[in-house]
């Protein structure tokens, strides 16, 4: 076999192999990926009930509700859409009405987002940069405000 031949050979079974470890990593990581959704997005594409996912937003004024135990229910709000969830647990000390949240967990069969945790933004200045990207889509974005780097907007 002349030297190009034997050379380009070995490039594309290279190329081959490498193609097939990419594949096999994509297919592991495919049960671990969770997607990011606005309540607008969550209203217009649909997602299959028991769907890993984020749901990121603002807790909707007045949307509070403590039942028994450590049972909550609440709203998150683009300010276009409201999705209710539902969360049993502790909620983090900043979590409160008014302010950025990022839910994770899956949609329910009666349309309700069961939440398995709950992350609140932390100071300030700080939103999750998918719930500030999903405030600008929607046109609720307010000039002058800070993004998570603290730089103004």
């Known amino acids: 076999m002349a030297p190009k031949r034997r050379r380009m050979t070995v490039i594309l079974v290279a190329l081959a192999l490498l193609g097939a470890a990419a594949a096999l990593a994509l297919t592991a990581l ?14 217009t594409k649909s997602v299959a009930p ?15 509700q403590r039942g028994d135990g450590a049972r909550i229910v609440f709203k998150v709000t683009d300010l276009a859409t409201a999705v209710p969830v539902v969360y ?26 069961e939440a ?32 998570e780097t603290g730089d103004k907007e």
């Not at 495919?30 to 209203?43: G, Q, T």
């Not at 028991?50 to 007045?62: I, T």
């Not at 398995?116 to 889509?137: G, I």
């Open 116 to 147: 398995d945790s709950v992350l609140a933004k932390h100071d300030e200045t700080y939103m999750p940069p998918e719930v500030a990207e999903a405030l600008k889509k929607s046109g609720h974005w307010q000039d002058g405000a800070e993004s």
């Open 50 to 64: 028991g769907q890993r996912l984020r749901l990121g937003g603002l807790v909707e004024e007045g949307s509070v």
């Open 30 to 43: 495919e049960d671990s990926v969770v997607f990011f959704f606005s309540p607008s997005d969550l209203a």
């Open 88 to 113: 049993e647990g502790i909620l983090p000390d900043l979590f409160r009405e008014g302010q950025g949240v990022v839910v994770e967990g899956s949609l329910g069969p009666d349309g309700r987002f």
